[in-house]
């Protein structure tokens, strides 16, 4: 489990693609204090495990496997790219974010970059609307393992607004218009949406 608070933003050294997944080579130094093989590290946030590292040098190796391929943004990336890495939160931790998982609901893109008068950058991101459907306004949603609130939400889109702190620490401000996200939605709408059946909510009233 993580919180959406990147931690480093790192970058690709070599991604080696195989039968539709690929090996991935990532420089970092944070996240890799208390690293051991098989400890999960969120990139981008996708949920990856690390096969290989080398604390003293700088990088780790985590495989991607096709699902995680088809289902987010990692295959577009190249050596160089920056990616969003945090470590997961630990039970005695502030919960700084929300609760997310690091697991990529899907991808959404860009369409708009629009610098604020206070100094925010707002984002507007076409989406699913199989993704949007969890989606509210002042609600939570991760971006690139972002965790970020929810300007508003229409029926194609949703937009969030972006502080420079955050534009300056994560991939985002770098991120240009057109390019693909993963999103992951709020958990727990998703599972409010299986426990109570369609319907079932307006009854008594």
């Known amino acids: 489990m993580f919180t959406g608070i990147v931690e480093e933003l790192g970058h690709i050294l070599d991604i080696d693609r195989h039968d539709g997944g690929a090996r991935v080579r990532i420089a970092a130094h944070t996240v890799l204090d208390d690293a051991e093989l098989g400890a999960s590290i969120a990139v981008n946030g996708v949920c990856l495990t690390v096969v290989e590292f080398d604390a003293a040098a700088g990088w780790w190796l985590a495989d991607a496997v096709i699902e995680t391929m088809q289902r987010t943004s990692l295959g577009d990336l190249g050596v160089g790219d920056p990616v969003n ?121």
């Open 85 to 205: 890495l945090e470590r997961p939160v630990r039970l005695a931790d502030r919960l700084g974010g929300h609760l997310v998982q690091g697991h990529v609901d899907g991808t959404g893109t860009v369409v708009a970059k629009q610098p604020n008068g206070d100094g925010s950058t707002s984002l507007r991101v076409f989406a699913p609307s199989e993704l949007l459907r969890y989606v509210i306004e002042k609600g939570s949603i991760t971006i690139d393992g972002i965790s970020l609130t929810v300007v508003d939400v229409d029926d194609e889109s949703l937009s969030v607004a972006v502080i420079p702190h955050t534009l300056a620490v994560t991939n985002l401000g770098t991120t240009a218009v057109g390019s693909r996200v993963n999103l992951e939605c709020d958990l727990v709408a998703k599972y409010i949406e299986k426990l109570v059946p369609q319907g079932r909510a307006t009854e008594g009233l």
